[in-house]
């Protein structure tokens, strides 16, 4: 079975400062993966995305991600953060088994920026 | 286009009531999906359809739990006789067959309190 583990809950950053978020996956196959952004109250953005090609990936808002398949990971990086990147961030993993690409999350990690 | 539209973004009722929430996809999506997602976890996945056709269900969808896509347009999802533990942000996503990443676009969602 798929699963994500993201093991920081919470993080509080300075603006300004770099950002790393983790991400570690099981799936049996090649995986599909994602990191979507949530703000309180509302739905998920997705910020970038890997599925082939080439591991570092570039996404919106000035973030990329590293697919490092030899340890299971897919960590999201940003190098200088701004207040407005404070809200909640998900790792998920999918794969088109049976037709269709049913994505499993992590718990998430609630990024804090502090001023 | 509009994106993945979700009403109403917030109910409130009280237990052993039924409810009924509505999604619209992106028009050109042939794929629909419907995730719960309680406090302080990520989405999880209730089912999704291929057009009309209801292709699977998680064991998180009870009898209590039915969704439909009549059209192959927009999808309900109601829930009958509810309970405390049924409130949880209901999410929709999107997403087109052909596409190779297989992104999810997702809705706002729909906020669900059981009194």
């Known amino acids: 079975a798929q699963s994500v583990t993201q093991p920081d809950i919470h993080i509080t950053v300075s603006e300004g400062a770099s950002l790393e978020l983790r991400c570690n996956y099981s799936?049996?196959?090649?995986?599909?993966l994602f990191w979507y952004v949530q703000s309180p109250g509302q739905g998920l953005q997705l910020l970038l995305k890997?599925?082939?090609?080439?591991?570092l990936v570039q996404g919106i808002k000035g973030f990329e991600a590293e697919f490092k398949r030899s340890q299971s990971s897919f960590n999201l990086r940003k190098p200088s953060v701004h207040w407005s990147d404070a809200a909640e961030y998900f790792c998920?993993?999918?794969?088109?088994?049976?037709?269709?690409?049913?994505?499993?999350f992590g718990t998430g990690t609630q990024l804090k920026v502090e001023l | 286009d509009t994106g993945v539209s979700q009403n109403p973004r917030h109910k409130i009722t009280k237990r052993g009531q039924n409810v009924t929430f509505r999604c619209d996809p992106i028009?050109?999506?042939?794929?629909l999906y419907w995730y719960r997602q309680t406090l302080g976890q990520g989405p999880e996945f209730l089912t999704y359809?291929?057009?009309?056709?209801?292709?699977?269900k998680s064991r998180l969808l009870s009898d209590r739990f039915s969704a439909e896509r009549p059209k192959g347009s927009f999808s309900t999802l109601e829930i009958q006789r509810t309970e405390q533990g049924d409130s949880a942000m209901y999410l929709c996503?999107?997403?087109?067959?052909?596409?190779?990443?297989?992104?999810?676009?997702f809705g706002e969602g729909s906020r669900l309190t059981v009194l």
């Open positions: 799936y049996g196959a090649t995986p599909y």
């Open positions: 998920a993993v999918g794969g088109f088994t049976g037709g269709g690409n049913k994505l499993t």
């Open positions: 359809f291929q057009n009309e056709a209801q292709l699977e």
């Open positions: 996503a999107s997403s087109f067959l052909l596409a190779a990443s297989g992104e999810l676009f």
């Open positions: 890997y599925f082939s090609g080439d591991t």
């Open positions: 028009s050109e999506h042939n794929r």
